[in-house]
């Protein structure tokens, strides 16, 4: 029993990828809030693929999507906050390019479709299609020490 907890424990502190990416230095994101980290530790991970459907990278509850698909939070069972954050300005399509697939409030697994995105819509708009993650809250306060500078696929560990 005792080891069964504490391999609960670890799995709740897992953060996956939440789509077929390559990671890059936040620095170089076009967005000083999101390069200077003014939120909280940032990735970043630039889309693989023309249409993707983005995941839930921790199990948890889905405690914010914005009803226009750009952005979405996970707040997971530990009381670290993730946010994912689609693009850059994407507000602005007020969802056009965005389909969302999961509701603010419910409890989600890791791996579940959160929404899908056609990236190439957003590309064709002329928006930056980087894809952000950003702790928002972490109990511990310790920083995570993600993955850098590769490609990472969707459900793969961000985590080193």
Same mark, same amino acid.
């Given at each position: 029993?005792?080891?069964?907890?504490?391999? !609960? !424990?670890?799995?709740?502190?897992?953060?996956?990828?939440? @789509?077929?990416?390559?990671?890059?230095?936040?620095?170089?994101?076009?967005?000083?809030?999101?390069?200077?980290?003014?939120?909280?530790?940032?990735?970043?991970?630039?889309?693989?693929?023309?249409?993707?459907?983005?995941?839930?990278?921790?199990?948890?509850? @889905?405690?914010?999507?914005?009803?226009?698909?750009?952005?979405?939070?996970?707040?997971?069972?530990?009381?670290?906050?993730?946010?994912?954050?689609?693009?850059?300005?994407?507000?602005? @399509?007020?969802?056009?390019?965005?389909?969302?697939?999961?509701?603010? %409030? !419910?409890?989600?697994?890791?791996?579940?479709?959160?929404?899908?995105?056609?990236?190439?819509?957003?590309?064709?708009?002329?928006?930056?299609?980087?894809?952000?993650?950003?702790?928002?809250?972490?109990? %511990?306060? !310790?920083?995570?020490?993600?993955?850098?500078?590769?490609?990472?696929?969707?459900?793969?560990?961000?985590?080193?």
């Amino acid at each position: 029993m005792f080891f069964r907890k504490k391999r !609960e !424990e670890k799995e709740s502190k897992e953060i996956v990828s939440p @789509l077929n990416g390559k990671l890059f230095p936040i620095e170089t994101v076009q967005d000083d809030v999101f390069a200077q980290q003014m939120m909280g530790q940032t990735i970043a991970l630039e889309p693989l693929k023309g249409k993707d459907t983005l995941l839930s990278p921790a199990d948890g509850v @889905l405690e914010v999507m914005y009803p226009t698909g750009h952005a979405y939070a996970v707040k997971m069972k530990n009381g670290m906050g993730l946010l994912i954050h689609i693009g850059i300005d994407t507000v602005e @399509l007020n969802g056009e390019g965005f389909t969302v697939l999961a509701k603010q %409030g !419910e409890k989600i697994k890791m791996g579940q479709p959160i929404v899908d995105v056609d990236f190439d819509t957003l590309k064709v708009k002329g928006f930056d299609v980087s894809v952000m993650l950003i702790v928002t809250q972490n109990p %511990g306060g !310790e920083p995570i020490a993600f993955k850098q500078n590769m490609t990472v696929n969707a459900m793969e560990s961000l985590v080193l």
